[in-house]
């Protein structure tokens, strides 16, 4: 099982500056990572596929990039509605999807 | 509009069963896997249980396999998880979720509200 490991687990930042997320996972996972968010009492939503393209929908503020097994998740300049937690996910290797801990993203 | 809809959770004994259901619509449902995905209360997300579109393959995470059965109804678009010899640690948020592409795996781009399955005497 590929095991994704995530960090911080808590970014405290305020609005308008810059959040650098990682995500390492246990072996070489090539560019096969997701990146979603979730916000309190929703359910995740998908930003990032294949380690560095957008989904539909995405501002360009929020990029990915990595490839093997360290990845980053960047969001440029942080909006009101972008303070939530951020998860990563392989899948290379599956079953099992395997996703990270996560990280919070919380207000400063 | 492409939703997935969620029922069939509630609170249940340790040792009992559910059956969570998964109403699609707004897209070709027999050409899409399938997933279900799980959180815990204050925790992560967990990947539970898989599908192919024809419903003759599955696979499902260790931590269910052998009481938790995935299947779908191309028929009625619906998704199903059967949940038998529940435990303590189901207890979680189960979300239904359909994958961005049919032809190659990039993730989860469409997710149902969730339902809430509580296991507890």
């Known amino acids: 099982e590929i095991v994704m490991t995530q960090s911080p687990a808590t970014l405290s930042l305020s609005p308008g500056e810059r959040a650098t997320l990682s995500c390492k996972a246990s072996?070489?996972?090539?560019?096969?990572l997701a990146w979603y968010h979730q916000r309190p009492g929703q359910a995740p939503r998908l930003l990032i596929y294949?380690?560095?393209t957008r989904a539909t929908g995405i501002p360009a503020r929020f990029s990915g990039s990595g490839s093997g097994t360290d990845f980053t998740l960047t969001i440029s300049s942080l909006q009101s509605e972008d303070f939530a937690v951020y998860y990563c996910?392989?899948?290379?290797?599956?079953?099992?999807?395997?996703f990270g801990g996560g990280t919070k993203v919380e207000i400063k | 509009e492409v939703q997935l809809l969620e029922s069939g959770g509630g609170l249940v004994q340790p040792g009992g069963s559910l059956r969570l259901s998964c109403a699609a619509s707004?897209?070709?449902?027999?050409?899409?896997?399938m997933s279900w995905v799980r959180q815990a209360p204050g925790k992560g997300l967990e990947w539970v249980s898989d599908?192919?579109?024809?419903?003759?393959?599955?696979y499902s995470a260790d931590s269910v396999k052998g009481r938790f059965t995935i299947s779908r109804d191309n028929s009625k678009n619906t998704l199903y998880l059967q949940m038998n010899s529940l435990r303590a640690e189901d207890t979680a948020v189960y979300f239904c979720?359909?994958?961005?592409?049919?032809?190659?795996?990039?993730?989860?781009?469409?997710w149902g509200q969730g339902t809430t399955v509580t296991v507890s005497s």
């Open positions: 599908i192919n579109s024809s419903g003759t393959s599955t």
């Open positions: 707004g897209f070709t449902f027999s050409s899409s896997a």
């Open positions: 979720a359909k994958p961005l592409s049919s032809i190659y795996y990039y993730g989860l781009d469409v």
């Open positions: 294949a380690a560095s």
């Open positions: 996910q392989q899948y290379q290797n599956w079953p099992p999807l395997t």
């Open positions: 072996q070489s996972i090539s560019s096969n």
